[in-house]
């Protein structure tokens, strides 16, 4: 396309962009329902200005210089007005869309298998137990050389082509050609129903401690939880460790399914309102699986949105100890308003507030690429090294303060700040190591040189006795440096742990799944030992 008819493309997205906005905000907006999960357009009168949208569109389809396609025109101008709403507004095209939905639903029709494009050819690094893969023979390690008769190797294979290959409507078949060790072998997979977990890791730190990694709020994410503190209450816990560290939200209502797990009855758990949104509270039922054992929720930088609801009513009702650094801000309520062609608008309807009514939603006044470049900004200017003690004022409102159950001080704004902080060590955070994690290279030693070369019968095994040798460590380096990431002397020195702890866990994954990752992890972190002191 000629730089002078993208330009005019542009143009024409900006004018429509303006006349979708009148419909976006206008009295005609329609609404099948308001629940927090699902929405979609009713039909609604084109009249007056909203017809020059439609107006606009036709006339460029018909009369434009060059051929141009309409949907990326309406796509465009949708996009250009949501940018000047809220960050968090969003326009998702079908696919986007579905992908999305079936994050957070926990389920979809596919095979069950995890999997990494290790040199240019697909590894499978997991299988779901008792899926499809898992009952046609497939085991971790194989690797698939061609699906559906059509090659799945190359450097140009997109994860998004995958997906497509792979997933399919239930009771269909796939043909995979896979090689194990030399073998070749063809496997036919019967397609199924694949449920996921939104629990990372369940498991006993100790006798009486009890951890519980969740990544998103799905739509199982409370009955997925239950399971979990029931099976570790069985095996003694009576303290929790919760960890919503790098979960960025998901659903309200699973965020407040699970934060009425620990509180008592009718205590207020958050609430929502909007300009066209009343003030709805929710509240904590008379049931409640974990209301009266010490409880910590760990928070980083990344827990965001449903993860702020959970840490918010815990912290504001006194119920537990937040753990971590400050969470990301997000205070927003987005619903979701589904097209006919299977794209959807995710709208911010309303603002939610916690407990004591405080907003933590972070300032976005200075654009959407600074409000997300906020985090990164963190690094830079010291905070997730210090002490958390120094912060500085404007991150947060404190014209009008917030108090907890039982009186202490709290703030609005600019995200939530856990009762004790912890620092990231940042040692061992080199360029060198920053380099090494924004590759592939950790994953392609691992899966081309150690898992051939290390192998342990169990997990406790593999957390105490592994260790990365000395030539270990050089064909790592010198792997890295083929691919032009060369440290100095002093970097290998300040980075070596951190690189053979990353492998440490990914091995750990590879070989005994993600409560293995966890472990691993867990067994060095500073946020789990000041944790088990809090018990204490």
């Known amino acids: 396309m000629k730089p002078t008819t993208s330009k005019n493309i542009w143009i024409a997205a900006g004018y429509a962009g303006v006349l979708i906005l009148g419909m976006l905000i206008g009295p005609k907006f329609a609404r099948e329902n308001v629940s927090s999960k699902s929405g979609s357009f009713l039909s609604f009168s084109m009249d007056g200005r909203y017809e020059k949208v439609d107006k606009v569109i036709q006339i460029i389809n018909d009369h434009y210089v060059d051929s141009v396609k309409t949907d990326t025109i309406e796509e465009l101008a949708i996009e250009e007005v949501l940018k000047h709403l809220d960050p968090h507004s969003k326009y998702?095209?079908?696919?986007?869309?579905?992908?999305?939905?079936?994050?957070?639903?926990?389920?979809?029709?596919?095979?069950?298998?995890?999997?990494?494009?290790?040199?240019?050819?697909?590894?499978?690094?997991?299988?779901?137990?008792?899926g499809p893969a898992y009952k046609a023979g497939l085991l971790h390690g194989d690797k698939i050389i061609k699906i559906n008769n059509s090659s799945s190797a190359g450097a140009k294979l997109a994860n998004k082509q995958v997906v497509e290959a792979i997933r399919g409507k239930k009771g269909t078949t796939v043909d995979l050609l896979i090689k194990r060790d030399d073998q070749l072998k063809n496997v036919k997979v019967i397609r199924d129903q694949i449920n996921i977990s939104s629990i990372d890791a369940a498991y006993l730190l100790n006798n009486e401690a009890g951890y519980i990694k969740i990544s998103k709020f799905g739509a199982n994410t409370d009955r997925d939880f239950a399971e979990s503190l029931k099976k570790l209450k069985q095996a003694g816990m009576k303290n929790l460790v919760l960890d919503l560290r790098e979960n960025g939200g998901g659903y309200l209502n699973s965020a407040t399914a699970l934060a009425d797990e620990f509180l008592g009855y009718k205590q207020l758990i958050v609430y929502t309102e909007g300009l066209h949104e009343p003030r709805t509270n929710y509240y904590a039922t008379e049931e409640g699986g974990f209301e009266n054992g010490k409880l910590v929720v760990l928070i980083d930088e990344n827990s965001a949105s449903a993860s702020e609801i959970v840490a918010g009513a815990v912290q504001d009702l006194d119920r537990g100890t937040i753990i971590g650094r400050r969470s990301f801000g997000k205070g927003l309520v987005q619903e979701p308003f589904s097209f006919g062609d299977?794209?959807?608008?995710?709208?911010?309807?309303?603002?939610?507030?916690?407990?004591?009514?405080?907003?933590?939603q972070k300032s976005y006044k200075n654009g959407i690429d600074a409000y997300y470049d906020e985090v990164g900004s963190r690094y830079k200017n010291g905070e997730l090294s210090s002490d958390g003690r120094s912060l500085n004022d404007t991150l947060y409102n404190k014209q009008k303060t917030y108090t907890t159950k039982s009186g202490k001080v709290l703030y609005g704004g600019g995200g939530i700040m856990p009762d004790i902080y912890i620092p990231i060590d940042t040692s061992g955070y080199t360029t060198y190591y920053r380099n090494i994690n924004r590759t592939e290279i950790l994953n392609d030693f691992l899966f081309n040189y150690l898992v051939k070369r290390i192998h342990f019968s169990d997990l406790n095994n593999l957390i105490k006795n592994f260790k990365l040798s000395d030539e270990d460590f050089r064909i790592f380096v010198k792997i890295a440096s083929a691919k032009g990431i060369k440290p100095s002397a002093l970097q290998l020195e300040l980075s070596r742990k951190e690189i053979q702890k990353d492998?440490?866990?990914?091995?750990?994954?590879?070989?005994?799944?993600?409560?293995?990752?966890?472990?691993?992890?867990?067994?060095?972190?500073?946020?789990?030992?000041r944790s088990l002191e809090v018990f204490k």
């Open 92 to 130: 998702l095209k079908p696919t986007e869309a579905s992908l999305l939905s079936e994050d957070l639903e926990g389920n979809f029709d596919g095979i069950g298998i995890e999997y990494f494009l290790l040199n240019d050819t697909l590894l499978v690094t997991a299988v779901t137990p008792n």
């Open 342 to 360: 299977g794209s959807v608008l995710n709208l911010t309807i309303s603002r939610y507030y916690t407990p004591s009514g405080r907003s933590i």
């Open 503 to 529: 492998l440490k866990a990914v091995l750990a994954r590879y070989s005994f799944g993600d409560e293995g990752f966890y472990r691993v992890l867990n067994a060095e972190d500073r946020a789990i030992t």
